[in-house]
């Protein structure tokens, strides 16, 4: 948000006006000997252009130095980045640090720009903190106000106003905003490494394989360029995963393998756990599941057992023992993971998944077709998870293929296409 340093032009007459009002002088008090009381009042309601002798003598009346005001809403301004950095680089004691700070020494400043600088750094923090309720409130103060923001400041609005939209899994909602913002940048002649880095993450989300690697590699250069070291590692993964997907296995694996040496360096057991599993999921790709076994289960081994990610690190494992021919072993990792799960988090989508690995395993395909068209499909549908739907109405197709339904089959190979494409474009 280095855009945002010197936004702090300072409306004299507004504060002035709130100033006066708060310290129960009225304009005669205040303006007496100083200056006329109608000019007091085109002062404060910014009809004229300040005069600095008499606006130096009001504010001494009123306890303060031009000079000093100036000097601390500067530093202000300079705490409200650092408090954005300490967010980039999960910082999280400075981050709760700056969030106190500022919170109470920005409760009486009468500084707009200032203030919507504060309340843009809040609206990062609350997506941080996965606090989408604050950060809904914050995006309603800032939507009434968009025609008022500078350039730079709707810059980061739109920028994370999609990020807002991600964490609720409108990923196509989140794409727009984001291009609103990639807009400004445009006129702005500036790159935000985090935009970037965003719009990469979200085409990655939506399978957009082509486009997210363009997006990771740019955003790559932005973030090494500016030492956001934590954020570049972020997106080599980002940049590993796309690239298995569409085939280039050898430079995703070297992307995944740098990754590693630099989490194993740095400690970073969270990273070390996704490299793991995305080295599970391209040796999958490449047909080699035993390999691709090996490194789910160093994941596993890393991961926290009550996080989501381990789950779906356990779901795939069950996918390699099913094509293994591990049936035994298939059905006691499932039914552990579900009993786990349902207890952790009964709302997750994961149990959805795991609970239709478990009806493949029995092969009834009476039983897996209808909970895929009542329970899979819907929910998948309302969540935008693209891939898995493909996957479902594949399946459907196959099915009904299989029991000569082959109008309903084409139906369902046609709903799959037409979702690939939406996710391509």
């Known amino acids: 948000m280095h855009l945002l340093e010197d936004n702090i032009s300072i409306n004299l007459g507004t504060l002035i006006a709130a100033t006066r009002q708060e310290r129960g002088l009225t304009q005669d008090e205040l303006a007496k000997g100083i200056c006329s009381i109608p000019y007091l009042s085109k002062l404060e309601n910014d009809k004229i252009e300040p005069n600095q002798e008499i606006v130096s003598l009001l504010l001494q009346r009123l306890g303060f130095s031009v000079d000093q005001l100036i000097q601390e809403q500067q530093q202000l301004n300079v705490d409200i980045l650092k408090w954005y950095q300490a ?28 203030i919507h600088n504060f309340k843009l750094a809040k609206l990062r923090y609350s997506l941080y903190k996965q606090d989408a309720i604050a950060a809904k409130e914050l995006i309603k103060y800032f939507t009434k106000l968009k025609s008022k923001l500078t350039l730079s400041q709707s810059l980061y609005f739109y920028c994370f106003y999609g990020i807002y939209y991600c964490i609720i899994n409108q990923h196509e909602k989140g794409i727009e905003s984001f291009k609103e913002a990639e807009k400004i940048s445009q006129r702005l002649r500036y790159e935000e490494p985090e935009l970037i880095y965003f ?88 047909g080699e599941l035993e390999k691709a076994l090996g490194y789910y289960q160093e994941s596993l081994a890393i991961n926290d057992p009550k996080a989501d990610s381990s789950f779906y690190t356990t779901y795939c494992i069950g996918e390699i023992y099913i094509e293994l021919g591990q049936i035994e072993k298939a059905k006691d990792l499932i039914g552990h993971a579900m009993n786990k799960l349902s207890l952790l988090n009964p709302k997750s989508s994961l149990l959805l998944k795991l609970e239709l690995l478990k009806l493949e395993i029995l092969g009834n395909d009476q039983q897996i077709e209808q909970f895929l068209e009542h329970k899979s499909l819907p929910l998948f549908r309302e969540k935008s998870d693209w891939r898995y739907l493909i996957d479902c109405y594949e399946k459907l197709a196959k099915i009904n293929a ?6 309903k089959s084409s139906h369902y190979f046609q709903l799959a296409n037409d979702t690939r494409k939406k996710i391509m474009y």
């Open 199 to 286: 719009l990469a993450l979200t085409y990655s989300h939506l399978y957009n394989s082509s486009v997210a690697i363009v997006y990771g590699f740019r955003a790559l250069d932005l973030l090494n360029n500016s030492s956001q070291f934590l954020r570049s590692i972020d997106c080599q993964l980002i940049i590993a995963t796309n690239l298995y997907r569409i085939g280039q296995y050898d430079q995703a694996e070297q992307y995944l393998q740098n990754t590693l040496k630099i989490a194993h360096s740095l400690k970073l057991d969270h990273v070390r756990t996704i490299a793991y599993h995305n080295l599970g999921n391209l040796y999958v790709k490449r």
């Open 402 to 407: 299989k029991n000569f339904l082959y109008k």
């Open 87 to 114: 967010i980039l680089e999960r910082d999280d004691a400075n981050i709760e640090s700056y969030h106190d700070h500022l919170t109470k020494s920005t409760k009486n400043i009468q500084n707009i720009s200032l």
